[in-house]
């Protein structure tokens, strides 16, 4: 079945400093989400990307779609403390008749000040 | 105010006494699914539901079970509760998932469940 890996597991950051994290599945994707959930709270929606290759900005992060639709990642400049938190990707995978999601790991962000 | 609303947050129970968690959401969504949060493992989702009367298992359904009677509500069953399924559960709903833009999904709040 699909697989989504997310590395690293845990990234201990500098403020100030970037990151990236990563995002790969086994199969080829219909779309890729990324989700940002704080500690002792609900996973809450970022970005969704569709395209090949595709490329979006929100701020200081920068979402980057593989051009085989199987990676993704998630890149932060100039981290800040409020950017603690585990970030997920989700992988849709549809047919016809269904569309599953699949989780990574997470990539659980600590800021140092 | 849209929302995807959870009961009960929390829940500390024995072997074997079943139980349901209720997911509810007010904003017209087909597409509605339930994960279970472990550390270490993300989100893995248990059972989805594409509208109502329509229900598949995720990647770990074993020990749930789910219906979708109504469109806002998609409970989670419990039939016989076993210490691995002490978990974080959490609800979710998109409007599709059939077009990209409309499957991005909402979250509930989240159900912290402990079996003794």
């Known amino acids: 079945g699909q697989q989504v890996m997310q590395i690293p597991q845990y990234q201990h950051v500098q403020e100030g400093e970037d990151f990236t994290t990563y995002c790969n599945s086994s199969?080829?994707?219909?779309?890729i989400q990324w989700y940002k959930q704080r500690p002792g709270g609900h996973p809450v929606f970022l970005i969704q990307l569709v395209k090949s290759g595709e490329v979006k900005k929100q701020k200081r992060l920068t979402f980057q779609f593989g051009e085989a639709k199987k990676n993704s990642s998630l890149h932060i400049t100039a981290t800040q403390t409020t950017d603690v938190g585990t970030y997920f990707c989700?992988?849709?995978?549809?047919?016809?008749?269904?569309?599953?999601?699949?989780f990574g790991a997470g990539t659980q962000v600590v800021v140092t000040p | 105010e849209a929302q995807v609303t959870q009961n009960p947050r929390y829940l500390i129970t024995v072997t074997g006494k079943k139980l349901t968690v209720t997911c509810s959401q007010n904003?017209?969504?087909?597409?509605m699914s339930w994960y279970r949060q472990d550390p270490g493992l993300g989100l893995r989702q248990i059972y989805y539901s594409m509208n109502v009367e329509v229900t598949d298992k995720g990647d770990v359904p074993e020990g749930y079970k789910v219906s979708r009677k109504e469109k806002r509500n998609f409970p989670l069953i419990l039939e016989s509760p076993s210490p691995n399924q002490t978990s974080l559960y959490f609800c979710?709903?998109?409007?599709?998932?059939?077009?990209?833009?409309?499957?991005?999904?909402?979250f509930g709040p989240g159900t912290r469940l402990t079996v003794l």
């Open positions: 904003m017209n969504h087909e597409y």
């Open positions: 989700a992988g849709l995978q549809v047919a016809d008749s269904w569309g599953k999601f699949q």
């Open positions: 199969t080829t994707l219909s779309n």
């Open positions: 979710a709903s998109s409007l599709s998932w059939r077009r990209a833009g409309t499957d991005t999904q909402y």
